[in-house]
């Protein structure tokens, strides 16, 4: 079974509801509470899938953070809390581990005002942590874009594609340790993008009453694009999302940029739609967030350069 | 290090509270929202260490709900709903099992009027499921006993503990399967307490107004009545707590059927502490629920009969 069959099984069985505004197929679930909106979102992650050796257990805490907010952020929705499960293999109950990693956890947590407020602690095989994160908003802003709305990219995109990449280069040997180290040296964002992203709160907050529909980088645009309905995108455009050096690194290991831009995940930047772009950009231009504007959406269809675009995301397979 | 350790150097370390009005520490965390509090927990299994394999995937899927639901319910809170992370091994990814597992969780998800409402799915070398629970309620009861309070428990305690140890004579060749199987047929109640334990959902909410403090039962009565603070508790009034299979099983294997109540965990019930115990017990009884008081809460140290009571419950160590 592949991950798509496994989710929508699990969804159709799933028929209570109870008295849930937004359930499954969102980045968070929704519930009215006197006349404000709860959000909520999970995110669990494994050693062996989640965490590349490059990262620190600090880093590990943060990024665990990061992309829970990431899906508050997407609703356009203020973090309110988090709750962290950790399940500790023998390899990581040590002082040091646990210590530096919490110690990331509180960072990213004030960072976004979104305190760790409980959790559960166990013993595993493989380290494990779950992070559930919730927040408010009068205004939820869901998946749902309106014909005609402009897409758009807050920031830039392709960069932990390139971190990913190196690290495959180190494993299948076509580097060695130290060109690795080297390389990570010459690209000290790159590799930073991969280590320490960031969830993209205050922007989601400051443009929720101008656009239409949001949700975050998390599987890559090439994937997330598709809850959008129908689109059209401009490579053109595509490439103003990329920056100096993921051209730079591209061109060094003859990948295409655009292929970069596209299969780039847990990027947490958003990716929103609008009919009032300039305003946005205007907006966002006060907390120094550029927004690029790649594409437009249709009734129906998905098209990259007038190409019909097909899916590239990466799904999970067991 | 043991599991105190490490949840002591985690909470340390979580230094920002944000807007909470309670952290760790409790069984749920607690956000006030516009006049009503929000209470929220987390609870996360792994296959090797939270699943007997008497159980059907409809029941692993059941249990999920209900640890994460009592806790809702020894807040006294009215359960709002739950996301589920599910960590899936090559094993268990199969249409069967996710199948039934996602009938178990949304057949206890009703019961409890707690719709699953959203989850995150992967690969993993272990079967994992991370539930994150919310309620609402106007008045979170905590942990926080007052001297001189009568402490209670719901119904009964003693099933889990005997399943359990069914399961550990099975495991250590003590029993056969065959002798197994028919322990299971024997004492029906007992293998049905581990296999489909039931949160006190309706129980909390009955008695919110007339309680000081409350938990439930999830470590094992002599691990979480250190939560109450000073106590003394007696022999005689525990044995109330003993259903007759119980008594039955432990007369067969020569168990001290006060160990069995002390021991054994996951029961779900709750324990709680009050000065109308009388208006409780009248409550309780409208919807079949029994209550046994089996102490008192006082000022400083812990008794059993008069003896010194010792810590009792069991330790994750690495």
Redesign the interface.
């Known amino acids: 079974?592949n991950?798509l069959e496994?989710?929508n099984?699990?969804s159709k069985?799933?028929?209570?509801?109870?008295?849930?505004i937004?359930?499954?197929g969102d980045d968070?679930?929704v519930?009215e509470?006197?006349?404000?909106y709860?959000v909520?979102?999970?995110?669990?992650?494994?050693k062996?899938?989640h965490f590349p050796d490059i990262l620190t257990p600090f880093q590990i805490g943060g990024r665990l953070i990061t992309a829970n907010v990431s899906d508050i952020a997407a609703m356009c929705a203020k973090p309110?809390?988090i709750?962290?499960?950790?399940?500790?293999s023998?390899e990581y109950?040590?002082?040091k581990f646990?210590?530096e990693l919490?110690?990331g956890?509180?960072f990213m947590?004030?960072k976004y005002?979104?305190?760790?407020?409980?959790?559960?602690?166990?013993?595993?095989?493989?380290l494990?942590l779950?992070g559930?994160a919730?927040g408010?908003t009068d205004n939820p802003i869901y998946r749902k874009a309106e014909i005609g709305d402009d897409i758009c990219i807050t920031n830039d995109l392709g960069r932990v594609f390139c971190a990913l990449k190196m690290i495959e280069m180190r494993d299948k040997g076509i580097i060695n340790k130290n060109q690795f180290n080297k390389l990570m040296e010459k690209y000290p964002n790159i590799t930073k993008k991969l280590c320490e992203p960031e969830a993209r709160v205050k922007e989601g907050i400051l443009i929720n009453r101008l656009i239409n529909s949001s949700c975050d980088i998390s599987d890559g645009l090439a994937k997330d694009l598709f809850y959008i309905g129908g689109f059209e995108i401009y490579s053109e455009e595509l490439l103003k999302v990329v920056p100096e050096d993921v051209f730079e690194f591209c061109e060094e290991f003859n990948i295409n940029p655009i292929e970069a831009v596209l299969n780039s995940g847990e990027e947490f930047e958003l990716l929103f739609t609008t009919k009032k772009y300039l305003k946005v950009k205007e907006e966002l231009k006060r907390i120094n967030t550029k927004v690029v504007k790649i594409g437009r959406v249709i009734e129906d269809g998905r098209y990259l350069d007038d190409n019909v675009f097909k899916f590239g995301g990466y799904l999970?397979?067991?």
Chains 1, 2 share one sequence.
């Open positions: 079974m991950e496994i989710i099984l699990i069985n799933l028929t209570y509801k109870g008295n849930a937004k359930s499954i968070c679930a519930f509470i006197n006349k404000t709860l909520i979102t999970t995110d669990m992650m494994f062996s899938t309110l809390g709750v962290v499960s950790i399940g500790i023998k109950a040590n002082k646990i210590d919490s110690k956890l509180n947590a004030e005002k979104c305190p760790v407020v409980g959790g559960d602690t166990n013993k595993s095989n493989e494990t779950c559930t919730f408010l999970h397979r067991w």
